[in-house]
Nanobody, 125 residues
Framework: QVQLVESGGGMVQPGGSLRLSCLASGFTFDHYAMSWYRQAPGKERELVAGISSVGHDTVYADSVKGRFTISRDNAKNTVYLQMNGLKPEDSAVYYC??????????????????WGQGTQVAVSS
């Protein structure tokens, strides 16, 4: 059974940093691209960043380019999101997701219907 367990969220001041982790199980991790999404109250879930199965290709939302970095460790079945220069508008619940990438485009796949519980990020002074 597909399981995604996110961790690492918390409350930080503007300009601060957090590193999110997502431990995946129940599928062949290195066969899938992975991504991070976020959902703020009253807003739709949005793609934040994606990384290809072996980490060669990445994609970022314009709002986080230059501040966030997605990475993965296939030996640990884990995908990370390093978030620097955090802003109040980054506050949301962050989720990881499995899918595919074509070049720098994220593509949902059969595993994309699976979500973890998410991890809350709050940026406030």
């Amino acid at each position: 059974q597909v399981q995604l367990v996110e961790s690492g969220g918390g409350m930080v001041q503007p300009g601060g940093s957090l590193r999110l982790s997502c431990l995946a199980s129940g599928f062949t991790f290195d066969h899938y691209a992975m991504s991070w999404y976020r959902q703020a109250p009253g807003k739709e879930r949005e793609l934040v960043a994606g990384i290809s199965s072996v980490g060669h290709d990445t994609v970022y939302a314009d709002s986080v380019k230059g501040r966030f970095t997605i990475s993965r460790d296939n030996a640990k079945n884990t995908v990370y999101l390093q978030m620097n220069g955090l802003k109040p508008e980054d506050s949301a619940v962050y989720y990881c997701n499995a899918g595919h990438m074509s070049g720098n485009y994220w593509i949902r796949g059969p595993l994309s219907d699976y979500w973890g519980q998410g991890t809350q990020v709050a940026v406030s002074s």
